[in-house]
């Protein structure tokens, strides 16, 4: 139980275009899920917190207008980086809070390079 | 904000050995700390969790401990196999809002 999916799991765009980044939690209600960034040999950084039916909070120095954030449901949240550059190619994985309080489910990642 | 550290360098250690990592953290004791493995380009896979008023949580061949005195926290793999070789992350509550903050993380090598 408490698996949570991403998708694409790696995707490659041209600089100026936006992509979309799916996160689902597969068989549990998340009210709350997480976006962070990974860059290569460091550790995650924490982007943005999702609650279901509300705005996202962003961490600073996080661009909200940027990186746009929609948890529509209790099983999906969405990350669209906008208008990507290649200082945005990271890996974007997103978590959720499952059943048992304070444990994070993580996706397995997504892979973006911004040519 | 919590700094964490892991030592960064990676640990090598024989099959059947101990393996023995290290967290530190620089300001208030968090109220539960975690423990994170992570494969290359995948995400975390949660192992462990220890509350600020436990001294030390074991699941099968994990052991944590978590001294607050000390600021630190330490992972234990005993009977260590080839198949235990990863990252391994700690993260810190950020105040019980179920934010966690992640240290850098220590990769470790099993040898055959």
């Known amino acids: 139980g408490a698996v949570v999916s991403q998708h694409p799991s790696w995707v490659i765009c041209k600089s100026g275009t936006s992509v979309k980044i799916e996160c689902r939690s597969l068989?549990?209600?998340?009210?709350?899920m997480f976006w962070y960034r990974q860059f290569p040999k460091q550790s995650l950084m924490l982007m943005a917190t999702?609650?279901?039916?509300?705005?996202?909070?962003?961490e600073q120095g996080v661009e909200k207008d940027k990186f746009l954030i929609n948890h529509a449901s209790l099983t999906l949240s969405t990350l669209t980086v906008t208008s990507a550059h290649p200082e945005d190619s990271s890996f974007y994985i997103c978590?959720?809070?499952?059943?048992?309080?304070?444990?994070?489910?993580f996706g397995p990642g997504t892979r973006l390079t911004v040519l | 904000s919590q700094k964490i550290e892991q030592n960064s360098e990676a640990l090598n250690i024989q099959e059947g050995k101990t393996a023995t990592l290290t967290c530190n953290y620089t300001?208030?004791?968090?109220?539960?700390l975690q423990w994170y493995r992570q494969d290359p380009g995948r995400g975390p896979v949660f192992l462990l969790l220890?509350?600020?008023?436990?001294k030390e949580k074991r699941k099968e061949r994990l052991k944590v401990t978590f001294d607050t005195t000390l600021k630190q926290s330490l992972f234990h793999i005993t009977a260590s196999q080839p198949a235990d070789s990863a990252t391994y992350l700690c993260?810190?509550?950020?105040?019980?809002?179920?934010?966690?903050?992640f240290g850098t993380g220590t990769k470790l090598q099993v040898i055959p």
């Open positions: 993260a810190l509550d950020e105040g019980g809002y179920q934010k966690v903050t």
């Open positions: 068989d549990f209600q998340a009210t709350t």
């Open positions: 999702s609650n279901e039916g509300s705005k996202a909070t962003y």
């Open positions: 978590s959720a809070i499952g059943p048992v309080y304070n444990e994070q489910f």
């Open positions: 300001n208030y004791s968090p109220a539960y």
């Open positions: 220890i509350r600020e008023n436990e």
